[in-house]
């Protein structure tokens, strides 16, 4: 390592970057976390904080793979999190449902869901309306039926980015705020609003960030803004122990409602999105019209052409390592348990050699 230089240098502080550096730091090493700070545009902070399996991997067998092999870590995480600093992330795998409103909605979902178990064995159960109401006593009349799967979960992912911040700098690693990254140079210095940092080898995680930042060490970041909106109820009594892929009560006792998508980077809350959600959760769950809203709010996911994470090595400029995900509380136990050694050992494994952004290269005819 360079005199007064870093082993690794993690450019992005939200849930990518931090479940990264914090696999990363061991001890053996030093690590910084170079973030905006409260000033970024958080997908971390606007989350629904869902750890989902049961719709990730269609048309993609390894990412199918690769969140299920992180929904099974991610017991192990939050353990291990609370060990080290007594922060619990509230996370509950009871398992998720996804409800339908109408018999064609449940049978396009069940089609759906056959074919992900067919390429990847997925478990899932398809319920119609007697069988849903028996595990979720109180839904609706308009609620057609539902498709279950085991190994879904839930968090409180803002418990989680202060419990992975915390944790890393108690590993001893390197946080530091306001170092937004401007230019990466040979070398891999890397010159911020604060200052220049020295690494021997960096992971870009900045989310949207990382379409400026990938060009600059000879790779690819094909990635958009993709709108969604959250509304957030008052506390009621505990009425919902599963996450719904829409709709979830958190270990706080408040409700949040939203799926919604919209391409756009354009971050008001619109009436029109918000009160849609609201509607169909209200046909799921009647009695939630007798709650009042309490906040609601606009984040930007990160999302590549095809939905799918991109993890690739710089070809021109080894030790530089691009990670983009769309899923970051989901995929955090797989961040800081398997892609960090990978990391680490300075190579990627040759099972995620399929989310390499070469996926997206134009193929022109000779």
């Not at 690693?173 to 010159?191: C, M, N, Q």
């Not at 971050?267 to 709650?291: K, Q």
Request: charged share 20%; with cysteine.
């Amino acid at each position: 390592m360079a005199a007064g230089g870093y082993d690794f240098a993690v450019i992005g502080g939200g849930l990518v970057g931090a479940a990264i550096a914090f696999g990363l730091c061991d001890g053996k090493r030093r690590v910084a976390l170079l973030d905006e700070g409260d000033i970024a545009l958080r997908a971390s902070r606007g989350n629904f904080a869902l750890v989902w399996v049961q719709s990730k991997g269609l048309g993609m067998p390894d990412y199918a793979q690769w969140t299920r092999r992180s929904s099974d870590a991610w017991q192990g995480l939050a353990e291990q999190l609370k060990r080290e600093t007594q922060i619990d992330v509230a996370f509950s795998r009871r398992g998720g449902f996804t409800l339908c409103l109408s018999d064609a909605e449940l049978q396009a979902r069940s089609e759906q869901i056959k074919r992900l178990h067919n390429q990847s064995d997925l478990p899932y159960e398809i319920l119609d309306h007697a069988q849903t109401k028996a595990r979720l006593p109180l839904i609706g009349p308009s609620v057609a039926g539902s498709v279950f799967c085991p190994l879904d979960a839930h968090t409180n992912s803002l418990r989680l980015l202060r419990a992975l911040h915390l944790g890393f700098t108690r590993r001893g690693g390197s946080y530091l705020p306001h170092h937004a990254v401007t230019k990466i140079g040979d070398g891999f210095r890397l010159e911020t609003q604060n200052g220049t940092i020295e690494a021997l080898r960096i992971v870009l995680a900045a989310g949207l960030g990382n379409a400026a930042l990938a060009p600059m060490v000879g790779l690819n970041a094909p990635v958009r803004p993709l709108k969604g909106e959250i509304i957030v109820t008052e506390r009621t009594g505990p009425f919902l122990q599963h996450p719904i892929v829409n709709l979830r009560q958190t270990d706080e006792g408040g409700v949040m409602i939203g799926d919604s998508q919209e391409e756009t980077a354009d971050l008001r809350v619109r009436s029109g999105a918000i009160a849609t959600m609201a509607a169909r959760v209200l046909a799921m769950f009647p009695h939630l019209a007798a709650l009042n809203v309490v906040r609601s709010w606009a984040a930007l996911r990160v999302m590549t052409p095809d939905g799918f994470p991109v993890y690739q090595q710089s070809p021109t400029h080894p030790g530089a390592f691009l990670a983009i995900c769309h899923s970051g509380v989901t995929l955090a136990a797989a961040h800081a348990q398997h892609l960090a050694p990978m990391l680490e050992a300075g190579a990627l494994d040759p099972s995620l050699s399929s989310f390499s952004a070469k996926r997206f290269d134009v193929q022109t005819a000779a």
